[in-house]
């Protein structure tokens, strides 16, 4: 069924569900957005207050407070839902809680005839991505995880910082898990198109080990916010709002979401972040890359560790 109004309905109305709908109103990415949150009044407030600056808005956007009934014509329904990480917590310890509560969400959405396109943000992302598929019965293309567009945004923009340039010149990705195995994909990074390895081995504007300690500052980045500030959202909602216009707006752009893989980087039955070209049906097709045998192998485990945990919750 093609959707043209532009529906996006939020479950969740926490610091991550907020901060996608404060950033797609300001990017006028919807045309209507709904709130949904088992704390209602929360979200009722929520939308009350997004409402207020409408005036001065990118455009107009109806914003309010919902059921699920909404889902039924949504184009994309994101979910934020959960608990989020404590100091000290990774991703991977949330499993338990937010499986049950994405599992039990995605049957109402489901239960409203929503036929479309499932946005997952909630952690650990990977592991949900592929409940939510399992649990739609949508097809895997129609299942999207946040992935690894957040790592990876830190990622160029560390890499812009060492080197002084825009992120937005900085091409590359961090594959795999959004969480503690995920992989820097080195071999195919570049500034402006020169291979990351030049500017080590020819021009020496950065060393070997700034690679690592760069790579390490990525993968660590949420637990240094979540020290500080207790959680981390404006990254994520200028991640998950890239998503989401690439989708609306059939953009066909690559980003590396979490994807189901179907013995692309040989690896099967799973759902992780690879570059994928993303437009309004969703993943349409994944990018294999052609990395180095070291990234693949860590890519490997990567994927064992994801398995390892979906096991305990499918
Ligand atoms: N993918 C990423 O890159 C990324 C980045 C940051 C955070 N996250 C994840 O996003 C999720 C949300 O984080 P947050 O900081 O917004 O948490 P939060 O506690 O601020 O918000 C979670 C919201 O979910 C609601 N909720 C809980 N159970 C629900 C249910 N059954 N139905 C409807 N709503 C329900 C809560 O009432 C709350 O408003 C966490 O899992 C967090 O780890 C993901």
């Known amino acids: ?19 996608i709908a404060y950033a797609m109103i300001n990017q006028g990415v919807a045309n209507e957005l709904v709130l949904i949150d088992v704390n209602q009044e929360k979200a009722e407030g929520e939308a009350l207050d997004l409402l207020d600056g409408m005036a001065w808005g990118e455009k107009n956007v109806s914003v309010w407070s919902g059921t699920y009934e909404e889902c039924q014509d949504a184009n994309l329904v994101i979910l934020t839902a959960g608990v989020n990480q404590k100091p000290g917590q990774t991703r991977l310890d949330l499993v338990k809680t937010n499986a049950t509560i994405t599992r039990q969400i995605v049957k109402e959405v489901m239960a409203s005839g929503f036929d479309g396109i499932f946005v997952v943000a909630s952690n650990p992302v990977d592991i949900l991505t592929y409940l939510t598929w399992q649990e739609s019965g949508l097809p895997a293309s129609r299942v999207v995880g946040t992935g690894t567009t957040l790592d990876t945004t830190r990622f160029r923009k560390e890499i812009a910082l060492k080197l002084a340039v825009d992120p937005r010149s900085v091409h590359g990705y961090i594959l795999g898990e959004h969480g503690d195995s995920e992989v820097a994909a080195w071999s195919h990074t570049t500034v402006g198109g020169k ?23 990525v993968k660590n980045a949420a637990y240094e916010i979540i020290d500080r500030k207790k959680a981390t959202y404006y990254g994520i909602g200028m991640s998950t709002t890239r998503i989401v216009k690439a989708i609306l707006n059939n953009e066909q752009a690559v980003l590396p979401v979490s ?8 690896e099967e039955d799973i759902f992780t972040g690879v570059p994928s070209i ?18 693949k192998a860590m890519f490997h485990q990567s994927v064992s560790e994801l398995k ?6 499918r």
């Open 278 to 295: 993303v437009d309004e049906n969703g993943v349409r097709e994944i990018i294999d890359l052609s990395i180095t045998p070291q990234e």
């Open 1 to 19: 069924m093609k959707k043209t109004s532009r529906k996006v309905v939020i479950v969740g109305t926490g610091f991550v569900g907020t901060s």
């Open 259 to 266: 994807a189901y893989l179907n013995g692309e980087y040989g």
């Open 308 to 313: 390892a945990v979906l096991d305990t919750v």
């Open 195 to 217: 291979p990351i390895m030049e500017y080590v081995e020819k021009d020496h504007r950065l060393e070997e080990n700034d690679l690592t300690v760069l790579a390490d500052k």
